[in-house]
C-alpha cells in the first residue's frame, strides 16, 4: 500500500504544516531548520497553526468539485487533469476509474487530521484553564470534522473502505489493511461529526472556520445518504443490504439536524434571499443577487450566513488563490480557459417567473436560418429568454447577452457572447463591440457568468473567493427531501423550497406540484439542480437516487445526445451501454496500484 502511504505520512516539520509534500522518503528526514515535534505542541498557537495545515491537505479535494457536476447531464467539463488532484475524466459514462489520484488524496488528509486529533488531546492534560480546554476541543471538534468529510467523501465513492483513526508513521502499518464495512466507517463519521456539534461554537470569528451549524449539516448530510443508500439500494456495493428501517431512521435524524441549523441560529439566505433585479435584457450593469453570491467582493462577507462552511482561497501573491474564472469563463476575461460551459440541457430547466412552470422547449436554429434569431422559442432569439427564472440571468450567457471584459488586470467594457462569433466585431443598437472570445472551446452555446468576477484587479488564478462547501439553501432542500420521503409534502418543507424559488423571482409552487410525495420530490429536485448548478452536487444526487437510467435510458437502449443551441449533436452517451458501464458509474474502482501493494485490499466487483 506504498502510495496510499505515500499520501498518508505525518510531517512532523512544523514548515511543512501549510504546504503539503509528495517526497517518499520524508519520514526518514531529520529536523535542520526546522523544530521537531518535541518542541511543538506547547501552546493553543501551535494546536491552531497545525489545524490550519489539516485545512490546507483538504482543500484541494474539495474546492475544485464542481468537476463532478461534468458527470452528470448539465455541464461539459473539458480540462479533466487539473491540479492539484488529477481527475482522469469528465465523462458521464463508465467514470468510476478516473478517480484514483482522489483516493489518495483523501488518505493523506485524514492522516493529517488524525495527526492534530491525537496531539492535541494529549495537550489537554496539560490544559491550565477551563477556557484553554475549550479552546483545544473545539480544534480537535474541527480536525474530527475535517476528518469525517474525507470519510463520508471515500464511503460515498467506494462503499467499503480501511479506517484508520491513529497517525500511519511507517507503510508497515497499512500495508496489509482490509477494508472496513461501510456501516462501522459510517458510525465512526457520525461519532467525529457529533463531538464536533458538541464542541464548536455557534460562530466562528474567521472565515473558513467550522461551527456548530455546519457540523449538524454535515451530520444531516451523513444520514441523508445512508437513508438514500438504505431506500433506493446499492447492489453494486455487494457487502451492503438495505433496510428500510435503516433508511426512515436516518432520515428521520437527517431531518432533525437540518431543521436545528434552520431554526436555532439565526441563519438566513444571502440578502435575505431576494432576488434582487433581472436589469436589462443584454445588459449586464444590473444583475440578481445570486450571482452576487459567488464573487469574492460580495460572497465573501457572508454577513447573513448562507455560506455555512467554506474553504478560503488568499488570492494574489498568497500562492493560495483560486482560479475559478480560469475555468469559468473564456479568452475575453483575463485570457481564461473555458474549461467548464453549460450544456444546452439546463437552459430548458429554467422556469417562467410568470407561470412558475416550465417554459416551452427551446428550439435549437442555425443562424442562417430565416427568422433564426426572432422565431418564437428559438434559442438564438434573445427574447426566448425573457421572463425566467433569475437565476438564469446570474448564471449563463447566451446570445447577446454581455459580461465585462477583463485583461491585464484592468476592464476592457463589455463583450457580447454570441455562439461561433469568437472575437469578432459587431454592431449593436449602433455601438461596436467585439464578441466573446472562449478560444474556440464551446460546443453549446451557452457559456457561464456564474462564479466569474465582473470587476478588475485580480487575474484569472487569482481570485480570493471562498468556495461553498455547505451552504444554508442546500440544507433547505435536504431537509425537504428527508421530511418528504418520511411524511410527504410538509408544509414548512414546501415553504423552504418556495424560498428557494423566491431568490429566482419564481412564484410559489403551484397545488400541483406539493399533490404527494412524487411530485414534491421532483419540486425538490428541479431546484437542487439549479439552485446548485455547477457546484459539484449532480453526480452524488444521482447516484444516490439511482438516477442515471432515468436521465440516460436504460442498458442496451439508444442512450441520449447532448446538442447545441445550433441543433447540432454534440456527444452521445450510454449508447448501447452494457448493465457493467452504468454499475462503474454507481460504485468506483479500488485503486490498481494500492490492490498491487496490498492483497487484503479487495477490488469493488463491478471492475473485477
Not at 218 to 235: D, E, H, I, T, V
Not at 481 to 498: C, F, K, R, S, Y
Request: with cysteine.
Amino acid at each position: 500500500m506504498k502510495r496510499l502511504v505515500s499520501k498518508i505520512y505525518i510531517i512532523i516539520l512544523t514548515g511543512f504544516m501549510l504546504f503539503p509534500s509528495c517526497i517518499e522518503n520524508l519520514l526518514e528526514q531529520e529536523p535542520t531548520t526546522e523544530l521537531g515535534a518535541s518542541a511543538f505542541w506547547k501552546t493553543e498557537a501551535d494546536a491552531t497553526y497545525a489545524l490550519m495545515g489539516a485545512y490546507s491537505s483538504i482543500r484541494p479535494i474539495f474546492d475544485r468539485d464542481y468537476h463532478y457536476d461534468g458527470l452528470g447531464e448539465f455541464l461539459r467539463m473539458y480540462n479533466t487533469g487539473a491540479a492539484p488532484i488529477k481527475f482522469s475524466t469528465s465523462n458521464p459514462s463508465n467514470y468510476g476509474g478516473g478517480f484514483d489520484a482522489v483516493w489518495e488524496a483523501l488518505y493523506g488528509a485524514v492522516n493529517r487530521t488524525n495527526y492534530v486529533i491525537e496531539n492535541v488531546e494529549k495537550m489537554l492534560s496539560d490544559a491550565k484553564t477551563e477556557k484553554s480546554v475549550t479552546n483545544l476541543e473545539s480544534i480537535i471538534g474541527e480536525a474530527r470534522l475535517l476528518r469525517g468529510m474525507c470519510y463520508f467523501r471515500l464511503i460515498a465513492m467506494y462503499g467499503d473502505v480501511p479506517y484508520f483513526g491513529n497517525i500511519i508513521y511507517d507503510n508497515s502499518e497499512v500495508a496489509s489493511i482490509s477494508r472496513t464495512p461501510i456501516a462501522q466507517v459510517k458510525d465512526s463519521i457520525l461519532a467525529d461529526f457529533t463531538y464536533a456539534i458538541e464542541k464548536l461554537p455557534e460562530q466562528t470569528q474567521e472565515t473558513g472556520r467550522a461551527s456548530k451549524p455546519s457540523a449538524l449539516a454535515f451530520r444531516g448530510k451523513l444520514n441523508l445518504y445512508w437513508a438514500s443508500w438504505n431506500n433506493f439500494g446499492w447492489p453494486e456495493l455487494d457487502t451492503f443490504t438495505p433496510s428500510s428501517s435503516e433508511a426512515t431512521a436516518a432520515y428521520t435524524s437527517a431531518a432533525a439536524d437540518f431543521k436545528s441549523v434552520i431554526e436555532d441560529f439565526g441563519l438566513q439566505l444571502f440578502r435575505g434571499g431576494e432576488p434582487g433585479e433581472w436589469g436589462v435584457m443584454g445588459d449586464a450593469e444590473v444583475l440578481p443577487n445570486y450571482y452576487y453570491l459567488f464573487i469574492p467582493s460580495t460572497g465573501n462577507q457572508n454577513a447573513d450566513g448562507e455560506m455555512l462552511m467554506v474553504f478560503t482561497h488568499g488570492g494574489i501573491g498568497t500562492g493560495q488563490s483560486e482560479e475559478l474564472m480560469r475555468v469559468f469563463t473564456g479568452r475575453s476575461i483575463e485570457g481564461s480557459q473555458n474549461q467548464a460551459i453549460p450544456r444546452f440541457e439546463i437552459a430548458d430547466r429554467y422556469q417562467s417567473t410568470i407561470t412558475g412552470d416550465f417554459c416551452e422547449p427551446l428550439i435549437p436554429m442555425n443562424p442562417s436560418e430565416p427568422g433564426a434569431r426572432t422565431a418564437l422559442n428559438s434559442a438564438l432569439n434573445p427574447e426566448s429568454y425573457a421572463n425566467r427564472d433569475y437565476r438564469m440571468k446570474a448564471t449563463l450567457l447566451w446570445d447577446y447577452e454581455k459580461i465585462m471584459g477583463l485583461r491585464s488586470l484592468q476592464e476592457i467594457g463589455y463583450v457580447p457572447f454570441i455562439y461561433k462569433t469568437w472575437n469578432q466585431k459587431i454592431t449593436i443598437d449602433g455601438e461596436e463591440y467585439t464578441t466573446f472570445n472562449d478560444g474556440g472551446t464551446n460546443r453549446t452555446g451557452y457559456d457561464f457568468r456564474k462564479f466569474v468576477r465582473n470587476y478588475s484587479g485580480q487575474g484569472r488564478s487569482e481570485g480570493d473567493y471562498n468556495w461553498p462547501v455547505m451552504r444554508l439553501a442546500d440544507v433547505f432542500l435536504m431537509y425537504a427531501e428527508a421530511t418528504n420521503e418520511l411524511h410527504g409534502p410538509q408544509a414548512d418543507a414546501i415553504e423552504l423550497v418556495n424560498q428557494i424559488r423566491h431568490r429566482g423571482n419564481l412564484p410559489p409552487l403551484a397545488a400541483e406540484k406539493t399533490a404527494d410525495k412524487e411530485s414534491f420530490f421532483a419540486a425538490i429536485e428541479q431546484e437542487r439542480i439549479i439552485e446548485l448548478f455547477a457546484e459539484g452536487h449532480r453526480m452524488w444526487d444521482l447516484r444516490r437516487w439511482r438516477a442515471i437510467e432515468r436521465v440516460w435510458g436504460p442498458p442496451y437502449g439508444d442512450g441520449k445526445w447532448t446538442i447545441d443551441t445550433h441543433g447540432a449533436n454534440q456527444q452521445r452517451f450510454f449508447y448501447n451501454a452494457s448493465e457493467l458501464t452504468y454499475q462503474r458509474c454507481y460504485l468506483f474502482r479500488i485503486p490498481p496500484g494500492e490492490r498491487d501493494i496490498n492483497s487484503n485490499l479487495t477490488q469493488n466487483t463491478p471492475w473485477l
